[in-house]
């Protein structure tokens, strides 16, 4: 495993905080969000904002959420699932990884996720959970 800088990412977040608005959103859809450089096997963030796809899984508030975050390699297994977002570009929500993100930490939105496959996703969180 490489050695990873965490100065850059504590500007980035630094910045982020203190001047990030909260933009609207909505349970269903797939943001870029500023995920930063995480520890271990957590998934990190991609470029200088620290990006990476999640899907907004549960709005608890206008502030915060619970994200689920997505890679374009395709896993499989219990803490998977796979789904088609756009053009028939596949994504994998990493179940195992869902996080309470605040809404600040939202860059920009790029699609939705199905409602049908919304509806599977939630059901694979709750098994894991259960």
């Known amino acids: ?6 100065s850059v990412w504590h500007i980035e977040k630094t910045e982020v905080q203190a001047n990030k608005i909260r933009p609207g959103f909505y349970e269903r859809e797939v943001w870029f969000c500023i995920v930063g450089t995480n520890i271990g096997y957590e998934q990190d963030g991609r470029g200088e904002k620290f990006l990476r796809p999640v899907v907004i899984v549960k709005k608890f508030n206008k502030e915060v959420l619970w994200a689920v975050p997505l890679t374009t390699k395709q896993k499989e297994g219990k803490y998977y699932f796979s789904f088609s977002l756009r053009d028939h570009e596949m994504s994998t929500a990493i179940l195992s990884q869902l996080r309470l993100i ?7 939105k790029i699609g939705n996720i199905s409602k049908a496959d919304f509806k599977v996703l939630k059901t694979k969180l709750t098994q894991l959970i259960a």
């Open 102 to 108: 605040d809404a600040k930490r939202l860059e920009y």
């Open 1 to 6: 495993m490489h050695k990873k800088d965490y």
